[in-house]
């Protein structure tokens, strides 16, 4: 008789790996989905953080590897946006969060991919709102404090509004974002690195088996692979842990 703690415990073997697979072809790290399940499975956040992180920096870096080849990659706003991205980073990782607290804080930001993966975010063809100097460095300090706190990259909160806003196209867009999520999570890291970091053996595991869901999925998401359906059904999952944590 299967337990409902050995059940928990396999699926990660399962979920995990088709989370990296699906965030990575749309060029992200995945770190929110990894943070999903590990805080509904009870991981401490701890534990969850430096894990995602670690994750996150491995496949968020095979995204950008390729769709940096995709499109002309958009070097001033990325420049703009990580100056402050990295250090707002470090300051947010050092912080460690009440888990009551981290998970509904976790449960707001799942509503950024479920919007994205939605579509209700809009894609602009135009540039909507001319960037000043100022916003990108704005923008890449506030996100990269967030990223650090909850242990994100912040991709799933800066790709809908670079979009909506016209800034650079899909595939710059998720070159861009890639690389920003994988400096953040390093950034991040190092930040949370000032406590105990305490990773389980089964997380160990995990981590060869979910960056080869990841390694897949960008490989795929960059040779114009569709996920549209799939995306929703993930925006329908999301939706659902959301609400669960929030409501933790």
Do not use: C
């Not at 990894?34 to 534990?47: D, H, N, S, V």
């Not at 912080?95 to 894609?123: E, N, Q, S």
């Not at 912040?154 to 994988?182: C, D, N, Q, R, Y």
Request: aromatic share 12%.
């Amino acid at each position: 008789m299967v337990t409902m703690e050995e059940l928990g415990y396999y699926g990660l073997f399962l979920l995990m790996p088709i989370a990296a697979f699906f965030y990575a072809s749309v060029g992200h790290g995945g770190a929110s989905s990894y943070l999903m399940i590990l805080a509904l499975l009870g991981f401490a956040p701890e534990q969850i953080r430096p894990t995602a992180l670690i994750l996150n920096m491995m496949v968020s870096m095979a995204a950008f590897l390729n769709y940096r080849k995709a499109g002309n990659f958009p070097t001033q706003l990325f420049l703009s946006l990580i100056i402050f991205s990295i250090p707002a980073a470090f300051l947010g990782g050092k912080i460690l969060l009440d888990a009551t607290i981290y998970k509904k804080v976790l449960g707001v930001l799942l509503l950024f991919p479920v919007l994205r993966f939605g579509g209700v975010f809009p894609i602009s063809e135009n540039e909507k709102i001319e960037r000043a100097w100022w916003m990108g460095p704005v923008l890449g300090l506030l996100i990269g404090f967030v990223s650090g706190l909850i242990g994100i990259g912040g991709g799933i909160i800066l790709s809908p509004i670079i979009l909506m806003l016209g800034w650079a196209g899909v595939k710059e867009t998720a070159a861009l974002s890639a690389l920003f999520i994988f400096l953040n999570s390093v950034s991040g890291f190092i930040g949370a690195s000032s406590y105990e970091i305490t990773i389980s053996q089964e997380l160990w595991i995990l981590l060869p088996i979910t960056v080869g869901g990841g390694l897949l999925g960008a490989y795929l998401g960059a040779k114009k692979f569709s996920v549209t359906a799939l995306k929703y059904l993930l925006a329908f999952v999301l939706l659902f842990a959301s609400i669960k944590l929030i409501l933790s």
